[in-house]
């Protein structure tokens, strides 16, 4: 059971690594865009790189404390 | 050109692993033998094959929408850890990877390891260090490879590049006999998290049913502004750095 655990929490780092929000956000961005195109008829290409911007910035973000610092 | 930015994507990302291997193996190496340690990089080598060789056939079988939804998301994950990594050492909030203390540090520890004997293996403790770290460091790019292979339906043009990649490194390392810490390791990772996450925001976006305006030159526009929009957050991110007397960043865990 502990080998199991371990190898689990090894594919869990090795995929999702440090902030698991970035994995949720791109999930979210997919899912978003797929609904666009294939319920709406929106050909949704930008919707992926700003959920990835905004994904990226929030996480960084959140690394030097801002915006509680300010 | 996907082809030849495929290339130079498993390359980048194959020679900055290597590095990083190359200074665990020549650490273990020179401090304990060569044959032990050369048996820990060959089973090693013979596991990341057989992972390329099970995983790739397997990942072409499947549907070219599909491979491009899943492996997109997966591809896109693992390029932004990459990439905040890479922004997160740029800005100084996190330490730059350096090779000569890293190997300072094996050898120290290699130094202090008691020696035992296991099969056929005389000093286990080589062994498995080289095992590991060959291992580790090559299932990213075993998993490059195998991702941007089956995408591209090219899996041997991306083992050529992280083979040529691999080459490089080892015969630099048999030159110096030293870590490569003169590769300028982490704006290499810089540029290798930049393409992984557009390759995947492009697969994937694709995967999800869009249609990018340009086709293939699209790819170009989004690697050219991820690495505009990571090159701005590194500046933002240098801004909001504290002073080191007033606050001390939060620890960022180490990895890759």
Wanted: some cysteine.
């Amino acid at each position: 059971m502990r080998r199991l655990r371990a190898f689990g929490a090894f594919w869990y780092d090795f995929v999702v690594g440090d902030d698991w929000r970035l994995a949720v956000t791109v999930v979210a961005g997919l899912a978003g865009t797929a609904l666009l195109v294939h319920i709406g008829h929106v050909n949704a290409w930008w919707l992926l790189p700003v959920f990835v911007l905004a994904a990226l910035t929030v996480s960084l973000l959140a690394v030097t404390g801002w915006p509680r610092r300010r | 050109m996907r082809d030849a930015l495929l290339a130079l994507s498993v390359f980048l990302a194959c020679a900055v692993e290597a590095v990083e291997a190359l200074t665990i193996v020549l650490a273990v190496g020179t401090t304990r033998g060569w044959r032990s340690t050369w048996l820990g990089v060959g089973a090693a080598g013979v596991a990341l094959a057989a992972f390329v060789a099970a995983l790739g056939p397997a990942l072409t079988a499947i549907p070219l929408d599909s491979l491009r939804l899943v492996v997109g998301a997966l591809l896109l994950v693992f390029g932004l850890q990459w990439l905040r990594k890479a922004i997160l050492r740029a800005s100084g909030f996190k330490a730059l990877h350096d090779e000569d203390a890293i190997y300072a540090r094996e050898i120290a520890e290699a130094s202090a390891a008691a020696r035992a004997e296991r099969g056929f293996v005389d000093d286990w403790y080589s062994f498995t260090i080289a095992f590991k770290g060959v291992l580790l460091e090559g299932l990213e790019v075993a998993f490059i490879v195998v991702t941007f292979g089956a995408n591209q339906h090219n899996v041997p043009l991306a083992i050529v590049g992280a083979v040529v990649a691999v080459g490089a490194v080892a015969a630099a390392g048999v030159a110096v006999h030293r870590p490569l810490a003169r590769v300028p390791e982490n704006t290499l990772k810089f540029v290798v998290g930049v393409m992984l996450t557009s390759f995947g925001t492009f697969w994937g976006a694709e995967g999800a049913g869009v249609s990018w305006p340009g086709d293939d030159a699209a790819l170009v526009v989004v690697i050219a502004l991820t690495a505009a929009a990571a090159v701005a957050l590194v500046t933002t991110m240098r801004r909001l750095r504290p002073a080191p007397a007033t606050r001390e960043p939060e620890p960022v865990a180490e990895a890759a």
